[in-house]
């Protein structure tokens, strides 16, 4: 997708106050600052976790369609009813700080974006009810996330975590927890 369609599907979301803009797999690589026009956004992906028939192997694959986003626009900040923000198959590395400071978030979804640390700025977003870091780099999982009191839904499977930190004890509302390989704790 070109940037001018990029801008033209921008304004027809905001002609027609659409709450989801899916803009998975368009290849793009940069995030326009005319997404800051969609007050109404209750719902960013920006990536996510498709299923495909494979019919070579005969059978249903994972995989993730993306785009090549590196950082994210601080015109995030001003979306107040963004609520679900999935980046998934971006090449992030890190989590961008405009993502921290979403504070209204409650799901965040961040699966194969080459992460290797979940900053401690992550405990900025109490209102998390979901987070996914599946599929990164994860060595370790910070103290930071204890301050995540309302996550109901942890995902941690396919990192290179070794051992969970009794702080996750903490998360008196979490009733799932998704740890290494496709293990369910």
């Known amino acids: 997708m070109t940037q001018d369609e990029l801008l033209v599907l921008i304004d027809r979301a905001l002609a ?3 709450q989801e803009l899916d803009l998975s797999g368009q290849e793009l690589t940069e995030l326009p600052v ?5 007050k109404q956004l209750e719902s ?3 990536g996510k976790k498709v299923k495909g028939y494979e019919p070579v192997a005969g059978r249903f694959l994972e995989k993730v369609s ?3 986003l590196k950082t994210l626009p601080p015109e995030l900040l001003g979306l107040p009813n963004l609520r679900k923000l999935d980046i998934s198959g971006n090449p992030l590395e890190s989590i961008p700080d405009v993502v921290t400071q979403i504070l209204h978030l409650e799901e965040l979804i961040l699966i194969r974006v080459d992460l290797t640390e979940i900053p401690d700025a992550i405990a900025n977003l109490t209102n998390l009810t979901e987070l996914v870091l599946s599929d990164n780099q994860i060595t370790q999982i910070s103290e930071a ?3 995540l009191t309302n996550l109901t839904e942890l995902v941690l499977s396919d ?5 969970i930190p009794e702080v996750i004890a903490n998360l008196t509302n979490l009733t799932h927890l998704y740890k290494i390989g496709r293990e369910h704790v």
């Open 44 to 46: 960013l992906i920006l």
């Open 16 to 18: 027609e106050g659409w």
């Open 34 to 38: 005319e997404i800051g026009k969609l």
């Open 66 to 68: 993306g785009n090549n």
């Open 145 to 147: 996330i204890a301050n």
């Open 159 to 163: 990192n290179r975590i070794t051992q």
